[in-house]
């Protein structure tokens, strides 16, 4: 028995080709499909501008409860028969929810897809919506965030978000609301948000056989009973950047791990940066080998796990680092963090550290988009972020393509450590002299 002390080599990517794209007005509404042939299942998804940036400040949490909601019976059907009818075609209601969009998708084989429709545009249009179903979901609601908010970062994550935006502005606070907005919701707040999104007829996005589908009659059924006109989707918001960094410091009295949220503006999703922004953040703390990961877990010991990037929404985006570090080394890991986020954006980056970004989100881009609900995914990205058709079937080369001095130059204009506001989650009692003595920056107690 022999031992192989050499490792082999990759072998070489396959080609990727991105589904060409079909778009058509039908019925009011816009159809965005791609065509996968010989594929058996489809998926159908209704894209709503009626996201999480669409909830009036204090009614954060409107979307979350509508989702829950939709699967508790429509005008037509009570809930268990709706679930019946739905689970005998071997698929069910999915919802999504972000910032700039509302989604309800189904999968199914190809000869099942405009019945699996015609429920789903059930459930959007017309659900029951009975007052004791939605103070009930509410409650649930509230109570499975009251149980995720007793946890280490959701209260960091939304301080941070507040301290960025505003918490005047309704992205200045959490994506689905917090424990007492959610309480606090009424069935009239529902009922209201629903009569203002979900009515209009949206996009139907399709990924599948379009030699078997009709995109025409499979939209008028999507569409059927929606109205309204076209809605202000609103520019990019100019988020300035802060004049000096800042500790936030949220007291968890006893706590033996300190949570840490760092972050700044960044733009939005369709800049024209964004890929070599994006790989910046690879290499910064977007992956397992990346340069934060290696000095805080690997070389320092500090924690088990650190992230480090940049994320976007149609208005507005954000550079942030997030991790949970023992108590006693809150202070160290704070500064070599900060130590790294500087290094990176003075010097850039290095053509073997960018060669296994490169690598890892081009392979990544080619694994992930395969399959129909994927390709669906990808194409809700092209609606909501008006790109062009070919994006993602350029996305890989562009990926591929990008050399030191385009990520560098991303580095040193989109990171920016002298604004960072740091947001500790910790035992202040324990962790404030050591924080105030970095000299990072003003400790301020959070109330």
Do not use: C
């Not at 396959?14 to 299942?41: C, D, E, I, K, S």
């Not at 490169?358 to 990544?364: D, E, L, N």
Request: hydrophobic share 45%; glycine share 10%.
């Amino acid at each position: 028995m022999s031992l192989i002390a050499t490792r082999p080599g990759p072998g070489a990517a396959r080609a990727y080709r991105f589904p060409q794209v079909v778009r058509r007005t039908v019925a009011g509404g816009q159809v965005v499909a791609a065509h996968l042939p010989g594929q058996n299942l489809a998926v159908a998804l209704l894209l709503l501008d009626g996201g999480a940036g669409r909830e009036p400040v204090g009614k954060e949490g409107l979307g979350a409860v509508l989702a829950k909601a939709l699967e508790e019976g429509t005008a037509q059907r009570d809930a268990t028969a709706y679930a019946l009818a739905i689970e005998a075609l071997g698929t069910e209601l999915a919802t999504g929810l972000d910032w700039d969009s509302f989604q309800v998708s189904v999968q199914v084989p190809v000869d099942r897809l405009t019945a699996a429709v015609e429920l789903l545009a059930e459930a959007v249009r017309t659900p029951r919506l009975d007052p004791a179903d939605v103070l009930r979901v509410r409650d649930d609601e509230a109570t499975a965030l009251r149980m995720d908010w007793a946890n280490p970062g959701p209260r960091a994550d939304a301080v941070l978000r507040a301290e960025l935006f505003g918490a005047e502005h309704r992205w200045g606070r959490p994506l689905y609301g917090d424990p007492d907005s959610v309480a606090a919701l009424e069935v009239d707040d529902v009922t209201v948000f629903h009569s203002e999104w979900f009515i209009r007829p949206g996009t139907l996005v399709v990924a599948g056989d379009l030699e078997r589908i009709d995109l025409d009659a499979l939209a008028a059924t999507a569409f059927a009973g929606a109205g309204g006109g076209p809605v202000e989707r609103g520019g990019p918001i100019d988020v300035p950047l802060a004049g000096q960094r800042r500790i936030i410091l949220v007291d968890r009295p006893g706590s033996v791990q300190s949570t840490l949220r760092l972050g700044h503006p960044s733009p939005h999703r369709a800049h024209p940066d964004h890929v070599p922004m994006t790989l910046a953040g690879t290499v910064l703390g977007g992956a397992f080998t990346s340069r934060l990961n290696h000095l805080i877990r690997e070389v320092r010991g500090y924690t088990y796990g650190i992230r480090g990037d940049f994320a976007s929404s149609r208005r507005f985006g954000r550079f942030a680092v997030s991790s949970g570090v023992q108590t006693a080394v809150t202070a160290p890991a704070l500064v070599e963090s900060v130590g790294e986020i500087s290094r990176t954006q003075l010097t850039g980056v290095t053509e073997d550290e960018l060669e296994v970004a490169r690598s890892w989100r081009a392979g990544q881009l080619s694994v992930e988009l395969q399959s129909p609900r994927a390709i669906a995914a990808a194409l809700t990205t092209l609606v909501v972020h008006d790109l062009p058709d070919d994006y993602h079937a350029r996305l890989r080369e562009q990926l591929l393509a990008a050399t030191v001095e385009d990520v560098s130059a991303a580095a040193a204009t989109y990171l920016h450590p002298e604004s960072l506001t740091m947001v500790i989650e910790g035992d202040a009692a324990v962790i404030r002299d050591e924080l105030v003595a970095s000299g990072l920056g003003e400790v301020v107690d959070h109330t």
